[in-house]
C-alpha cells in the first residue's frame, strides 16, 4: 500500500515538475500552431471570397430581371408591328436586347454580359400582343 502511495506522489510529483519546469514553447509547438492558423486563415479567405462571388451574381440576376420586367411591360403595351432590339451599358455590364414579333406576340431574349465574366446571363420570355 506504502508503495502505491510512493508512486502516486513521484509521478504527480514528475508531473508537477515538468509543469513548473516549462517556461516556453519549443519551436516545433511554434512552427505547429503557426502552420495551424495558416490553414484556417487560408480556409477563411476562400470562404470569404466565395461568398462574395455568390453575392455578385445574385445582385447581377437581380438586375437583369429587373430590367426584363420593365422591357416586358413596355413591350405589353406596344402593338405587335415590327421587331425591336437595343443595347445599354450599366454598372453591371453590357446588356442586349432583341425582340421579335410573332403569331402571338413578341419573343424576348434579353442578355447581360457582366463585367467580371465572359459568360452572359441570358433571359428569354414570351409577352402576348395588346389586343
Given at each position: ?16 515538475m ?12 511554434v ?40 422591357r ?10 415590327a ?20 403569331q ?10 457582366l463585367?467580371?465574366?465572359a ?13
Amino acid at each position: 500500500m506504502a508503495a502505491v502511495t510512493l508512486l502516486r506522489a513521484r509521478a504527480h510529483t514528475l508531473c508537477a515538475m515538468t509543469l513548473l519546469n516549462r517556461r516556453a514553447f519549443t519551436l516545433v509547438e511554434v512552427l505547429v500552431a503557426l502552420m495551424m492558423l495558416g490553414v484556417g486563415s487560408a480556409g477563411l479567405v476562400a470562404a470569404l471570397t466565395g461568398d462574395r462571388k455568390l453575392r455578385d451574381a445574385s445582385a447581377a440576376q437581380l438586375f437583369a430581371a429587373g430590367r426584363t420586367r420593365a422591357r416586358i411591360e413596355m413591350l405589353a403595351l406596344l402593338p405587335c408591328s415590327a421587331d425591336a432590339a437595343g443595347t445599354t451599358g450599366s454598372a453591371w455590364g453590357a446588356e442586349r436586347w432583341h425582340a421579335s414579333v410573332s403569331q402571338s406576340g413578341w419573343s424576348l431574349t434579353d442578355s447581360l454580359v457582366l463585367v467580371r465574366s465572359a459568360v452572359p446571363l441570358v433571359i428569354q420570355a414570351r409577352v402576348a400582343c395588346p389586343d
